[in-house]
């Protein structure tokens, strides 16, 4: 049986932080996917669509990870896709009582799950998607810390076409 890892989350928009979890999953398991959340709730700044496809484009290189969205629980989309592996970044402690909680929950649902967590490099620790378009919107420098295809989309969303 192949291992698949599962890297869930918002990646609204996707950074270098979460690339960088992805990349560092690649040689521990058979393939990843990137589960794309759909958390309309939430009011995201990208539709799931739009997080799909700049993802997609993203890992294209790879072709051991593929990009998926789901909605609902995620043991049962796990159940479907046949996979056990859930991949949580933790970036500093704050991210631990969280963390702890939902493992122990997707534990409890599901329980042929296991979550396993990686840290990514120091450089990227206090990446959020929320502190990334913050700065962006405020007209800060964010080079460096996503890709430039996101840093495109997000002045495309936030200034508009100029
Ligand atoms: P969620 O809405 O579930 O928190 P995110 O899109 O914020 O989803 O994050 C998805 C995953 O990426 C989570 O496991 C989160 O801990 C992790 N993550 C977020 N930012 C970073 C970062 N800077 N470095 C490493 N992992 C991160």
Redesign the pocket.
Known sequence: MKRIAV??????PI?N??L??VERCRPLFDGVVVAV?QNEGKAPLFSVEERVAMIEELVAPWDDVRVESFSGLLVHYMDEIGARIVV????AVS?FEY?FQMAMMNRHLGPRVETVFM??REE??????RLVKEAFSLGGDIRGLVPDLVLERLDRRINGER
Do not use: A, M, V
Request: contains cysteine.
């Open positions: 890297c869930p989350g918002s990646f609204d950074h932080g979460h960088d979890i959340l949580r970044g933790l970036r991210d963390e840290t990514p990227f620790s206090f990446l959020s998607s």
